[in-house]
C-alpha cells in the first residue's frame, strides 16, 4: 500500500507555479521521496528525487520539510503540456518496487 | 539514447490465447520492472529481472503469468489463457541499477475480447 497521501485533484492557471504537496508522515530515515507524473495514458515519467535537502532539476523543484513527514513538488511556470497525474512515492533505494497511490490529477487551465 | 521500447503498442487476444509483450531496456540498463494498470487504477508493480534472473515477482499472479530476461534480447512477459480481467495497460521500466530511478516505457495496451 501506498505510504503517501496526496489531494485527488488541483488546478493551476498556466504560466503560474503549480505546489503539489505530499504527506508522508511514517516515513522512514532511509527512504527517498520520489515523484512520477504520468500524462494521458502514457508512461510514468520520473521528475525528481530528494532525501533531506530540497533538491532542483529542469523539470521541478522539491521542498522536503525538516521534519521530512511532507513535501511540495514545484512546477514553476506550468504549462498545458504539464496536465497530468502526479504521483509522490517514498521508496528505499534498492527496494526493487515502486508503489504507486492514487496521485494528484493537476489541471493546467489556459 | 533511445528510451524504452516496447511492442506491441496495443495487443487484442480472443479469451484463451496467449499474449507475448516485449520490452527492450534502455541501453545499459540491465534492471527491467513490468507494472499493470488496470482501467481507472494506479500502477501495480508486477516482477523485477536483472539478465537471466527473476529477482521478485511478488506481484504476478500464481497462474498463466511468467516474465524471463534472456541474456539476449527483450524482456517478455507471457500471459498464457487470457481471460477479460487480463485487458491491461502494461507498462515496461528500467534502469541501470537498483539504486536508480526506473525509467518507463510507452507501455502495452491489451484487449481480450
Known amino acids: 500500500d501506498a505510504k503517501t497521501t496526496q489531494p485527488t485533484s488541483m488546478d493551476c492557471a498556466e504560466g503560474r507555479a503549480a505546489n503539489l504537496p505530499c504527506n508522508h508522515s511514517?516515513?522512514?530515515?532511509?527512504?527517498?521521496v520520489y515523484w512520477y507524473r504520468q500524462i494521458h495514458s502514457q508512461g510514468p515519467q520520473y521528475i525528481i528525487h530528494?532525501?533531506?535537502n530540497n533538491e532542483t532539476n529542469e523539470m521541478a523543484s522539491l521542498i522536503i520539510t525538516e521534519d521530512r513527514k511532507s513535501s511540495t513538488l514545484i512546477l514553476p511556470h506550468a504549462t498545458l503540456r504539464d496536465t497530468a497525474v502526479y504521483y509522490c512515492?517514498?521508496?528505499?533505494?534498492?527496494?526493487?518496487?515502486?508503489?504507486f497511490g492514487q496521485g494528484t490529477r493537476l489541471t493546467i487551465n489556459p | 539514447n533511445a528510451g524504452v521500447m516496447q511492442n506491441p503498442r496495443h495487443l487484442v487476444r480472443r479469451r484463451g490465447q496467449e499474449a507475448r509483450l516485449r520490452c527492450s531496456p534502455m541501453k545499459g540498463h540491465s534492471h527491467v520492472y513490468w507494472y499493470r494498470q488496470l482501467p481507472e487504477e494506479g500502477l501495480k508493480f508486477m516482477v523485477y529481472?536483472?539478465?537471466?534472473?527473476?529477482?521478485?515477482e511478488s506481484g504476478m499472479p500464481k497462474e498463466r503469468f511468467s516474465a524471463e530476461f534472456p541474456k539476449e534480447g527483450p524482456s517478455i512477459l507471457r500471459i498464457q489463457q487470457v481471460v477479460r480481467g487480463d485487458s491491461a495497460a502494461y507498462f515496461c521500466a528500467s534502469s541501470p541499477s537498483r539504486e536508480y530511478e526506473q525509467y518507463f516505457g510507452p507501455g502495452t495496451r491489451l484487449t481480450v475480447t
Open positions: 530528494g532525501l533531506k
Open positions: 529481472l536483472q539478465k537471466e534472473n527473476i529477482i521478485d
Open positions: 512515492i517514498v521508496y528505499i533505494q534498492g527496494a526493487q518496487k515502486l508503489v
Open positions: 511514517t516515513i522512514s530515515g532511509n527512504e527517498y
